[in-house]
C-alpha cells in the first residue's frame, strides 16, 4: 500500500495545510493500493511562491547549468525505470509490456531531446541593431493526465527546465504514483529548491487554484477539451499564457491498394494500444465502401488476436483507468449499437473471463455513418468505428467534419497519394504509414487546443520575445 502524503514544496517534503486524503484504486483489480493527500488552495500559494523566489536565479542559469542539471535528472530516471514501470501499471493498468516498451521510455525521450536541442537553441539574435531575446516566461503551472502520466509530464517539465522556468506539478489523481516517483527524482537529481514543486489533488482543489493564482504566468494543461475550457476561462483574468493539448476523434484513411488489408489490421491493433486511452488515437478508419466487407474480414480477425487480461502478465489489453470510464465507454458501445453499425467484434460487458477489473472488450463497428455518436464522440477506450468512401475526396471531407483535429493517419503503398491526402487534413499531426518523430510538433487545430508540445517546437511556449532596440550602434554612414 503506497502512502503518498506530503508535498514536494521547496525541495522538501512539506505537510498539506489541510491533511484530506484519497484512495487509489487497482483498475485490473478494484482494489485500493494507494492513498494521496489532497492540497488546496493554501497549498498551491506555497508552491507557487517557492517557484517565484527561485525563478529570480534559475532563469539566470547558464545553458550549461541547465544542462547539467537535466542530465542528472535523466541518469535518475533511468535508475528508477523499473519503480516508474511498476507504478504505471499499478495505477492505470497499462500491461507491464506496454509500460516497459513505451509508457516509461516516452518520458525518457523527450528529456533526452531537450537536452539535445538546448545544446544548439538560439536564444538571441542579431538583426541590425536590434537584439531579439527569448526569455523564461516565468511561473507555469502543469496539469497532467492519467493516460500517458510520464509522456505528459516530461514533454512538459523538459522544455521548462531547459529555457529556464520553474513549475508546480498537479498529476492526475486518479495515476499519481508516476508524479510522486517523478518528483523524488528530481529530488535526487539536485535540482534546486523551488525550480520544480509538486502538490496532488483534484480539479477543484488544485486545478483552479493553479490556473487562477495571479503569480502563475503560463498554465499548461493535458485533458478533456471540457475540462480545458474551464482552465481557460479560470486563466483569463490575470491573462496568463494557456497552453492546452485536448481530446481528438482521429482518422485514418486507408487507401484502396494492395495492402488494404494489412493497413487495416495495423488501425485495429494501433486503437487497442493503452486500451484505446490516448488522444490522437485513430478512432475513425475510414475504407473504400466497395471494400466494406474486406475491412471488416481484416479488422475481425485482427481484434480476435488482442488478448485482455492481467496488465502484470502477457495480456496485450489491460483494463480501462476507471469505473467512471468504463460505463462511460459501456454507454457509447451500446449507442453504436442502438443506432444501427455493425457490430464486428466485441461489445458491451466485460471479455469472457474477467468477472472483476475495468476490463473492455476490444471492439469494432463497421458500416459507420458520420452522423452516428460513436463516430462523433472521443470514446477514449478499445472502440474502432469503420467508416466508408466513395473517393477520396469524399474521404477527406468526412476526415476533417469533426470539431477536433489533433492527429490523423494515412496508410498505403502509393507514397504521393498519401502526401496529398495528408496535405488536406486539418490536424496538427498526420502521420504516414505509422512514421512517428519525438522532435515533430503536437498539438491540435480547432477545440483539440492550441500551442505545441515535443521538440524544438516546445520551447517557444515557455519563451517570451523581447525586443532590444539600439543594443549594436548603427554603421557610420560612408
Not at 17 to 27: A, E, G, H, M, R
Not at 350 to 371: C, H, I, M, S, W
Request: hydrophobic content about 40%; aromatic content about 6%.
Amino acid at each position: 500500500m503506497r502512502e503518498y502524503l506530503k508535498f514536494y514544496i521547496d525541495g522538501q517534503w512539506v505537510e498539506p495545510v489541510s491533511l484530506k486524503t484519497l484512495d487509489v484504486i487497482n483498475p485490473a483489480n478494484e482494489e485500493v493500493v494507494g492513498k494521496i493527500a489532497l492540497g488546496g488552495e493554501a497549498d498551491v500559494d506555497k508552491a507557487v511562491k517557492a517557484a517565484r523566489k527561485a525563478f529570480a536565479t534559475w532563469s539566470q542559469t547558464t545553458r550549461e547549468e541547465r544542462l547539467d542539471v537535466m542530465q542528472r535528472v535523466l541518469a535518475e530516471y533511468q535508475k528508477r525505470f523499473g519503480d516508474l514501470a511498476t507504478a504505471v501499471t499499478e495505477e492505470m493498468g497499462a500491461p507491464a509490456s506496454l509500460a516497459q516498451r513505451a509508457q516509461v521510455p516516452s518520458g525518457m525521450g523527450h528529456l533526452a531531446t531537450a537536452i539535445g536541442i538546448l545544446k544548439d537553441f538560439k536564444f538571441e539574435e542579431d538583426r541590425g541593431s536590434t537584439m531579439i531575446v527569448k526569455e523564461p516566461i516565468g511561473v507555469c503551472s502543469f496539469i497532467t493526465p492519467w493516460n500517458w502520466p510520464l509522456n505528459q509530464i516530461m514533454c512538459k517539465v523538459a522544455p521548462a527546465l531547459a529555457t529556464g522556468c520553474t513549475m508546480v506539478l498537479k498529476p492526475s489523481e486518479v495515476a499519481p504514483f508516476t508524479g510522486q516517483i517523478f518528483a523524488e527524482i528530481m529530488h535526487e537529481a539536485g535540482v534546486p529548491a523551488g525550480v520544480f514543486n509538486l502538490v496532488h489533488g483534484d480539479g477543484l482543489g488544485v486545478g483552479v487554484p493553479l490556473s487562477t493564482h495571479p503569480e502563475v504566468d503560463m498554465v499548461s494543461f493535458t485533458g478533456s477539451t471540457r475540462a480545458g475550457i474551464e482552465v481557460a476561462k479560470n486563466a483569463a483574468p490575470t491573462v496568463k499564457r494557456v497552453h492546452q493539448e485536448l481530446g481528438g476523434k482521429s482518422p485514418n484513411i486507408v487507401l484502396d491498394d494492395e495492402v488494404f488489408a494489412k493497413s487495416v489490421a495495423g488501425g485495429v491493433r494501433q486503437i487497442m494500444t493503452n486500451s484505446g486511452q490516448s488522444c490522437n488515437a485513430p478512432t475513425r478508419m475510414l475504407v473504400p465502401t466497395k471494400r466494406m466487407d474486406e475491412a471488416i474480414a481484416a479488422a475481425k480477425e485482427a481484434a480476435a488476436q488482442v488478448t485482455v487480461g492481467d496488465p502484470t502478465g502477457n495480456a496485450m489489453l489491460g483494463p480501462v483507468v476507471s469505473k467512471t470510464q468504463w460505463d462511460k465507454i459501456q454507454g457509447l458501445i451500446q449507442k453504436g449499437i442502438d443506432e444501427g453499425a455493425t457490430l464486428v467484434a466485441g461489445g458491451t460487458g466485460r471479455p469472457e473471463g474477467l468477472d472483476k477489473g475495468y476490463y473492455v472488450q476490444p471492439t469494432v463497428f463497421a458500416n459507420v455513418t458520420p452522423d452516428m455518436t460513436i463516430s462523433r464522440e472521443e470514446i477514449f477506450g478499445p472502440v474502432l468505428s469503420i467508416l466508408g468512401y466513395e473517393d477520396l475526396d469524399q474521404a477527406i471531407a468526412i476526415g476533417n467534419d469533426t470539431e477536433y483535429g489533433l492527429a490523423a493517419y494515412v496508410n498505403g503503398a502509393d507514397l504521393a497519394k498519401a502526401r496529398e491526402v495528408a496535405s488536406k487534413l486539418r490536424a496538427g499531426q498526420v502521420s504516414i504509414n505509422g512514421a512517428s518523430d519525438m522532435t515533430a510538433p503536437f498539438g491540435g487545430f480547432k477545440m483539440s487546443g492550441n500551442g505545441r508540445e515535443w521538440g524544438d517546437f516546445a520551447f517557444h511556449e515557455f519563451l517570451e520575445v523581447k525586443a532590444v532596440m539600439g543594443y549594436a550602434p548603427k554603421q557610420a554612414a560612408e
